[in-house]
């Protein structure tokens, strides 16, 4: 019976029969390729971007079959768009050079697995080959929860910080953590927390060219105002070696930013 078809019509016959298994295999391999790209490109892992870009990526790889494309021109640009979108999606990059660094990360990864798969499958036959696919996302995705719990961990770590301003330098605890995602409304750098009385042991008057207004948002107060000022530069010490950043900004916090007293500031994690 199947004789009877023409040869392009044999050719759509096979893919719609395959057509779930060969989506859901590209779901599950975007996942795994998504995962690793984000650990070498040292991006946070958030697992809703990650599905939704996976998802998305799995209905992309069957629209070339759906709109019968050959390899071509539309084709190359197709893969081209479905990398910048999946990337976007579950990284977040807006820097072109972030984004074609990534997408060049996902499509090596992406040629070693689909050889790897391609063999699998010849060799296995499509069922193992999903159950295979379906072994390595999960893992995939453990492996990236790991990560990215530790990544939270290690970005949550206390430094000693200098803070330097008009000849004078002030030593303290600094944490490092997520949780502050405070800017500069105005040039967009980041901001870091510092409590005021131990700011006022550097300097006792705000310079006036240097002072900031810094908008926040926190439970309980959606526009909160906290003044700010800008230093000569502000010296974190990672592991003996000094990173240094000029012209910082900072805001002033009345009170105390730790319960114990563990640390006096706390640092943006755009400064690492």
Avoid at 36 to 41: G, Q, R, S
Avoid at 196 to 212: A, F, G, K, M, W
């Amino acid at each position: 019976m199947l004789s009877s078809f023409s040869e392009e019509e044999r050719w759509l016959r096979i893919y719609v029969l395959y057509l779930d298994v060969y989506f859901l295999e590209n779901v599950l391999l975007n996942l795994v390729l998504l995962i690793f790209t984000l650990i070498l490109t040292g991006r946070r892992i958030r697992f809703i971007r990650l599905l939704s870009a996976s998802l998305i990526g799995g209905m992309m790889a069957i629209l070339p079959i759906i709109l019968r494309l050959r390899y071509g021109i539309a084709y190359i640009l197709l893969i081209l768009l479905t990398g910048l979108l999946v990337i976007t999606i579950a990284s977040g990059m807006r820097s072109m050079s972030e984004q074609w660094t990534a997408m060049l990360h996902f499509y090596v990864m992406s040629f070693v697995w689909n050889r790897l798969f391609t063999g699998l499958e010849r060799i296995l036959g499509t069922k193992y080959t999903l159950c295979a696919a379906i072994v390595t996302a999960i893992m995939g995705t453990v492996s990236g929860y790991l990560y990215d719990r530790k990544r939270i961990v290690k970005k949550q770590t206390i430094y000693d910080v200098e803070v330097a301003q008009q000849g004078r330098k002030l030593t303290l605890k600094a944490l490092l953590d997520t949780g502050n995602g405070l800017r500069e409304p105005i040039s967009g750098r980041p901001v870091s927390i510092i409590e005021r009385d131990v700011y006022d042991t550097l300097c006792h008057q705000t310079i006036q060219e240097r002072y900031r207004v810094i908008p926040y948002h926190s439970i309980g107060k959606e526009h909160g105002i906290l003044q700010g000022t800008e230093v000569d530069e502000l010296i974190i010490w990672r592991e003996d070696e000094p990173y240094v950043q000029k012209k910082a900004v900072i805001a002033l916090y009345e009170g105390k930013l730790s319960g114990n007293g563990s640390y006096q500031m706390i640092l943006h994690t755009g400064l690492l």
